[in-house]
């Protein structure tokens, strides 16, 4: 955190421009921590502590940033320095910012390259959006079979100077098929006349490049992996994905289902950075359906007006009522629709989830039911609010918990499935929605047991 | 996925006790896949079949297995074989099996151990759970300054076989102080005869073994590192980290956060193996919390009962103004937990947070508020639902759900800030608790609305 502790100090650098001793300062930093030096200052210092840093760790620095940043400070910079930088990018980072600038921009952006390189940055776009192509980078190393241990060992020293990683050495065939994977490990307890063949187990794990981000996090996981090959669909070659961009991709996708838990389009963009105006349409949106449907609920109880004016009291117990059946909808929702997202629960399984979760909710609902009536009646010893009929109104009011709770249950934890059994995501059925749905269903189930309980006397 | 396409065959070879032929097919798979087999096995088979793994192969399987179905083998197994697996397990993973089982059958596997590797396990075990100590492996390869390049070459050629990755080779002084990290492609580029400090750049990062797990997130994600060097308080080194297990505890913590959200204590484990009553109980405690704070709504309604029974149209209002406003403050809460826990935004922001949030809910609450006038007004036309009043009816809706989406958008976005202030988890000021808050208010906020706006004709 070095750079929060020293940011005053920097800033009184830029002030004076003093870019000499601020390139000496950052030649000791790492560069993730100038890049968070960078980020923390006003936008328009930033171009001057950028051109202070030295050669190769400007590079370094420049990759640390977020591709909105980059595009930024590109923006200011000359066409001779912008070129360098994004020449000597990792391709897999290059393909972030080419995505996330507009189409009008990447074309500047990829005239800077030179051919080599927009050939590599063309091909990587190509790929779908949320594809593993999107994450590859082609700096890897790649033996043929009938090489030595030294021959691999003096490529290594060759070729290896730009390669993300050395822990696996790829092993490919005359026409660039990957045929196995051998962990360094292997190369350096080998004698050095030793064939690569003689190393090999002919047995590997490889990504496609059109395949999802999200499953490719599943075989990292389950295979314990730190680097992947990804192939085509001939089986060649292109790059490889590092699990920790699989880090950045599981905590999107988090952050994704979390904000539609929480009722809204996921924002895509950090919440301090998503424009305003943007911000309020994606929670609008959501909002306004949110409402349309709860106005359903000004509907049921319009049915039920007569009984509300014959019985007041009934009206007292309306948000605790769908409130209850709201919040153990929810929870069952959430449950449901994180295990169906960690696979601990497949779609099959709904009958065994239904049975756990009819069980579950009638516990639930006994519970509230019973400290629902309790209240009712301890109330009812200090005052006439209830009326003399208090033991009846309890009874409507525990009855009709145990009845929504278990409803909310049962609501909240099958409808994921249903979503998910007709290809939408279970996400979706996020808590506040669970919530409108069992709110309507909920009035009509108390009003209901209202009126079966309370005819004769109250109603 | 190969074991899902074979495992009726595979069931079929344990039913005929073939456990030649099944050993065979087991020698072409891949652990984890073996282990995914096992697991999708009724539990009685399992031994069986996993006594038909041969050599390093069952040793290899064992550690893909989650630590319960770990401790289940080990029960049914001899002496001997428990023993040999035990002692040959990583350290890391050995941690997660002594943490999961009964302190009794922990002290009993501890036995099983060698001298050396109880020692081992101990020291793991000795650190705080959830810290990173628990999650090190002690396999590494470590180098002394004043050694040259063949030299720890050899020495990975004599120690390197169980290190967990060969990536980083980590520089230490006579006392073990960890005094620098250096990539191994240095080595492998380097003439035998450099020495290491010529390789050497003096700056290194390491994480301290008491360290809380998710800040170790933190450092692997900013820094973009596979694996991280573990120190002691005098500098010393202990163990490295590498990041695919962050992968795994990436995810729990999103579990853990989602599963707040969603109004429930963090379930710990996965939902199906989750026994039904501790599930029962962990969602019952925060519902019961939940019910009871909703009770004030009864309470607050108790206080509106005349205004109720003067005009009953009040009461068909409840649901929608509520959950407006429970939806908005559950909207804004999600954002701003989400932001806080990947440090997009400060506890200093909170006065920038207020600032959109208030534009935020006005714009909200006037979007919603028109659309509650307007039903109001189009239902009227055709109906005397609302009676002859129904335009200031209207408008109490319409001004109250300005009123109540402005206030639960401040509060859902300031309670994160509030707790956050106190050393409290946001997450748990989730979605539901949230909308408690909001509901009581909001209720009070209405009514008062109708006061003002209806006195002298409904009320």
Redesign the interface.
């Known amino acids: 955190m070095i750079e929060k502790l020293l940011q005053p100090e920097i800033r009184d650098l830029i002030a004076a421009d003093d870019l000499e001793t601020l390139s000496e300062v950052f030649s000791?930093w790492?560069p993730?921590d100038i890049a968070?030096l960078l980020t923390s200052l006003p936008e328009d210092e930033r171009p001057q502590a950028f051109s202070a840093i030295q050669g190769d760790l400007a590079a370094e620095t420049f990759e640390?940033l977020d591709p909105s940043d980059q595009a930024w400070l590109l923006e200011g910079m000359t066409r001779e320095k912008a070129s360098a930088l994004l020449n000597v990018m990792s391709p897999d980072d290059r393909t972030a910012l080419l995505e996330e600038v507009s189409e009008e921009t990447a074309g500047e952006m990829m005239n800077l390259l030179s051919t080599e390189e927009r050939e590599v940055a063309r091909t990587l776009l190509d790929f779908p959006e949320n594809s593993v192509g999107r994450l590859m980078t082609p700096d890897y190393i790649a033996v043929l079979e009938d090489w030595t241990v030294r021959r691999v060992?003096d490529h290594?020293?060759t070729h290896?100077?730009n390669?993300e990683?050395?822990?696996v050495i790829y092993v490919v065939d005359a026409n660039n098929r990957l045929v196995d994977d051998v962990?360094?490990?292997k190369f350096?307890?080998a004698e050095f006349h030793t064939g690569v063949a003689d190393l090999m187990d002919n047995?590997f794990?490889a990504l496609r490049a059109t395949e999802d981000q999200e499953s490719a996090?599943d075989v990292?996981?389950?295979?314990?992996?730190?680097?992947l090959p990804v192939i085509d669909a001939r089986g060649r070659l292109l790059g490889i994905v590092?699990?920790?961009d699989?880090?950045?991709v599981?905590?999107e996708e988090?952050?994704e289902?979390?904000?539609k838990?929480?009722?809204?389009e996921a924002?895509d963009e950090?919440?301090?950075s998503t424009p305003?105006l943007r911000?309020?349409r994606k929670?609008?949106s959501?909002?306004?359906i949110?409402?349309?449907g709860?106005?359903l609920?000004?509907t049921a109880?319009?049915f039920f007006?007569g009984q509300?004016?014959r019985a007041?009291?009934l009206?007292?117990?309306?948000?605790?009522i769908?409130?209850?059946g709201?919040?153990?909808g929810?929870?069952a929702?959430?449950?449901?629709?994180?295990?169906l997202a960690?696979g601990?629960?497949k779609l099959r399984?709904w009958w065994?989830?239904m049975r756990?979760e009819l069980?579950?909710g009638l516990?639930?609902g006994l519970?509230?039911g019973t400290?629902?009536f309790l209240?009712i009646a301890v109330w009812s010893m200090f005052s006439q609010?209830y009326g003399p009929h208090w033991a009846l109104v309890g009874l409507t009011v525990g009855l009709s918990l145990i009845g929504i709770?278990l409803w909310g249950t049962l609501a909240g934890s099958m409808l994921p499935f249903i979503l998910k059994r007709f290809g939408a995501d279970p996400a979706t059925s996020s808590?506040?929605f669970v919530?409108?749905l069992v709110?309507v269903t909920g009035?009509i189930i108390y009003f209901t047991v209202a009126v079966l309980v309370l005819r004769g006397t109250l109603l």
Do not use: C
């Not at 990292?220 to 680097?227: E, I, M, W």
């Not at 009206?315 to 605790?320: E, G, I, R």
């Not at 929702?333 to 295990?339: D, E, K, N």
């Open positions: 000791d790492l993730a968070g640390y060992l290594i020293r290896g100077r390669s990683t050395l822990d962990h360094i490990r350096l307890l047995q794990l996090i990292f996981r389950k295979y314990d992996r730190t680097v590092t699990v920790d699989m880090l950045d599981a905590e988090a952050t289902d979390i904000q838990f929480g009722g809204l924002l950090p919440y301090v305003l911000m309020v929670r609008a959501w909002l306004v949110l409402f349309l709860e106005m609920t000004a109880m319009g007006e509300i004016a007041v009291v009206a007292l117990f309306v948000p605790l769908i409130s209850s709201g919040n153990s929810s929870q929702a959430t449950l449901i629709i994180r295990a960690l601990e629960v399984d065994l989830v756990r069980f579950s516990i639930l519970i509230l400290i629902g209240r609010i709770v808590a506040p919530a409108t709110d009035l």
